[in-house]
């Protein structure tokens, strides 16, 4: 646009019209200060004891067909085929000190996203390079060492790691194993109390070419099927069970689980993050207020009309009005945000959100920023919605209620209606823009990033597009 | 093209009301255009029409031959005072001319120019909701001269103002049109605009009811009136409707005649032998000329009470 056709100048003048009213500057001053203000008080009545858990916290649930094997042995298997149930389901060949969980284990297995790998003791983890199924594995055990090798074709070995499985020596078990890790989180809602629990999803992987061969000479005994970790009782009544078979020399084994040591990152679920930029509940509604009382204060004055006669082409004003406010709003929403994220670090800290379990979060981190940024977008998109709906309606009262009722309404609604309800409401109410905020996968997160940013959007363009209609064919009287 | 404000075949209805019908007039440079009408008559939905803020349903308004909602910089063009209350109250005087004039390009220079011309220069910091209505009428004043335009248009300049005040707008109004502007200047009191106004455009019902001069207008009320003293009036009256004139008492001792002249009604009573100490043409107020003009027209009309005289 040339700066001869007037935009600009409507720009300016809306930009002073906002900053030489006292109450526009409180109205700013309370989006942030409310932000903060309800950011401290959630940091100062949320704690977590997630550093009290031991050090190393072990996950070892999965299905495993197994053997004895006492003395010195090797196992060879070809892995016909691995259902994909996510990116490091597991199925492979694993020499056990026994069935039991958390007792150390070798392994060589395939993944659907990560290749052959050699995994050991929860902790060593070798890739093995990138190769999907069929995979052929074996696995060696020479006193106290263990030896992985993986080949393309069964006749070359390439050996891929080697591990020393301390304790008694003697009796081993030796099979094939199947597991998967949760696939997302269930939730179930019954009498208005909410229980979430892990969801397993069964993988499936069949195996030839088995073969079990026993340095003393001597013969293979028969297989057992076996859930490591022992049948889980789930919430909703049913046991997770796996289950394995052979047929002409093919097994097929089911299992669910995880196999490793779980990082310190994941042993506590709450989003820091998100819970130091929750102060925007609050923030939101001066933002809004602020928004409605930028045009509807023109109605109730009668200064729209001044407005319009010192420019007739209306939806440039409204439109300037709308950048106008949303770089103000954006601006001190970058303040709160930032102001909440780094104020509350500290309160965090001495509530038992340390490092490593709850590092320091970074805004080099990408959704870490996106937060920031997302949160402050979220105040100015409020605003701008109370701008578009104070177009529409012109009076205060009746646009402040819209606006609000839009964004209360999903969080009080949430606990009232069953978990279905409250899932589709936060998707298709402005409150969904929120999903910014998060940093981690969480039961609870119901939308995406960037769709619910996409969802409060189109509701701000919706609303000035409507103002902008109404405002051009109306009469101001 | 002049600078004038035209108004073509103006048509508005505001659901079962026709606020303005077929309304057509001109208001030229170098003169005061008095726009009058009783309450209702339809003068600020006129004024809102000419300034594209309502739409007419039917006809067109035109500043200098162009509709205002072409105008680029119309703060230049036109000038507007509409409704002096029309303000933030949390501004400052000097702010709310300040966006106003960025919104039209406007220098910073211009703002300090016309509050001094206005005489608020020791006011302009303060927040306007603690103006009076009499200043708050001088900013409105202030706002619409703010781009120096040729035509000015007021709407109800003077009301709730002081009388050193509404002298004030008489002589900022008068040396306006003197500078060849366009004023035209809404009122629903005609005394307000006498020795004021050069042209009148007189409206009732939204409809036209005079378009004219101040003068014709006045004479056209004064009529063939004229106003007799004389002690012997009902000899006076009987003599002169026999005479053919139309006659009515209005003071114990004078009487108001129509239909004859002057020196025909001195011969009828001197024939009559009847004495009188005055014989003078009568001389309308513009206040009498337009509740002439305007009576059948009032919308809110209070019921006549038969004087018991």
């Known amino acids: ?477 | 093209m002049a600078a004038t404000i035209e108004a073509r075949g103006l048509r508005k209805r505001y659901g079962a009301t026709v606020a303005v019908d077929d309304l057509s007039f001109t208001a030229k440079p170098g003169e005061v255009t008095g726009f009058v009408g009783p309450n209702g008559a339809g003068k600020s939905t006129t004024m809102r029409m000419i300034l594209g803020l309502d739409a007419p349903d039917r006809g067109q308004a035109l500043i200098g031959g162009r509709s205002y909602l072409t105008l680029r910089n119309p703060l230049c063009e036109v000038g507007a005072l509409l409704d002096a209350s029309a303000i933030h109250p949390g501004r400052r005087a000097r702010d709310h001319l300040l966006w106003m004039a960025h919104y039209n390009g406007l220098p910073k220079r211009r703002v300090d120019e016309v509050i001094e011309q206005v005489g608020l220069a020791s006011a302009a910091r303060r927040r306007a909701g603690g103006y009076s209505l009499g200043m708050r009428q001088r900013l409105g004043i202030a706002a619409a001269l703010l781009g120096d335009p040729p035509v000015l248009m007021f709407d109800e300049p003077v009301n709730g103002l002081d009388p050193e005040g509404i002298h004030w707008i008489r002589g900022l109004l008068r040396s306006l049109a003197a500078e060849g502007r366009t004023i035209f200047v809404s009122s629903h009191l005609m005394g307000e605009l006498e020795g004021t106004a050069d042209h009148l455009v007189v409206v009732g019902r939204g409809r036209l009811i005079a378009d004219t001069t101040v003068r014709e207008l006045l004479a056209q009320a004064s009529g063939e009136q004229i106003v007799l003293r004389t002690p012997a009036r009902s000899e006076a009256m009987t003599l002169l409707a026999n005479a053919g004139a139309t006659v009515a008492a209005t003071d114990r001792d004078t009487i108001t005649v129509r239909g004859l002249a002057a020196d025909r009604i001195a011969g009828v009573l001197s024939a009559g032998g009847l004495t009188f100490s005055e014989l003078s043409q009568h001389r309308a107020t513009l206040e009498e000329a337009y509740m002439e003009l305007t009576r059948d027209e009032v919308e809110f009309n209070a019921p006549t009470v038969e004087s018991a005289r």
């Open chain 1, 1 to 477: 646009m040339s700066p001869r056709d007037g935009f600009s100048q409507v720009l300016r003048g809306e930009w002073t019209k906002l900053i030489t009213v006292r109450s526009t500057v409180w109205c700013l001053f309370l989006t942030i200060g409310l932000t903060v203000l309800l950011s401290i008080l959630g940091a100062q009545g949320s704690s977590t004891d997630v550093g009290a858990a031991p050090q190393r916290v072990l996950e070892d649930r999965s299905h495993f067909m197994h053997q004895p094997l006492t003395g010195d042995g090797t196992i060879t298997a070809r892995v016909v085929s691995q259902e994909d149930t996510g990116g490091w389901a597991k199925a492979g060949i694993m020499i056990k000190q026994s069935v039991e969980p958390e007792t150390p284990y070798v392994a060589m297995l395939v993944t659907p996203d990560h290749g052959v790998r050699f995994q050991a003791d929860f902790t060593t983890d070798v890739a093995a390079g990138a190769s999907g199924t069929p995979a052929w594995l074996r696995l060696t055990r020479s006193g106290a060492t263990v030896t992985g090798y993986t080949s393309p074709d069964g006749a070359t070995w390439r050996q891929v790691g080697s591990f020393d499985l301390a304790g008694p020596r003697q009796a081993v078990e030796v099979g094939m194993f199947a597991a998967t890790p949760p696939s997302g989180t269930r939730v179930f809602r019954r009498g208005g109390s909410t229980t979430a629990f892990t969801n397993y999803e069964p993988s499936t992987a069949t195996f030839d070419n088995v073969s079990l061969n026993l340095a003393g000479g001597g013969s293979a005994g028969t297989w057992k099927s076996e859930t490591v970790g022992g049948a889980m009782p789930l919430p909703d009544g049913t046991n997770l069970v796996g289950e394995a078979s052979e047929s002409g020399g093919v097994f097929t084994v089911t299992g669910t689980g995880d196999v490793r040591e779980v990082p310190f990152t994941e042993r506590g679920d709450d989003d820091i993050v998100q819970n130091a930029l929750g102060g925007v509940y609050l923030g939101m509604i001066a933002a809004a207020v602020l928004g409605v009382l930028f045009v509807t204060t023109e109605y109730k004055t009668g200064l729209i009309r001044t407005t319009l006669t010192a420019s007739p082409r209306r939806g440039r004003v409204l439109l300037a009005k709308a950048i106008v406010l949303g770089v103000l709003t954006f601006g001190c929403g970058l303040v709160a945000s930032l102001v909440s994220l780094f104020g509350t670090r500290p309160i965090q800290r001495d509530h038992g959100y340390v490092p490593p379990y709850y590092p320091d979060p970074s805004l080099t981190n990408g959704p870490v920023l996106r937060a920031v940024l997302g949160t402050a977008a979220f105040l100015a998109l409020m605003a701008l919605l109370g701008l578009g709906l104070g177009a529409i309606i012109r009076r205060t009262a009746g646009a402040v209620v819209v606006v609000l009722a839009l964004a209360l309404v999903p969080g009080i609604a949430a606990g009232l209606l069953p978990v279905e309800g409250e899932k589709w409401l936060s998707r298709v109410t402005p409150l969904a823009g929120l999903a910014m905020q998060q940093t981690r996968e969480r039961w609870d997160n119901w939308v995406s990033p960037w769709p619910g940013f996409a969802v409060a959007c189109a509701y701000v363009a919706l609303a000035i597009a409507a103002g902008v209609w109404l405002i051009r064919r109306r009469d101001t009287a």
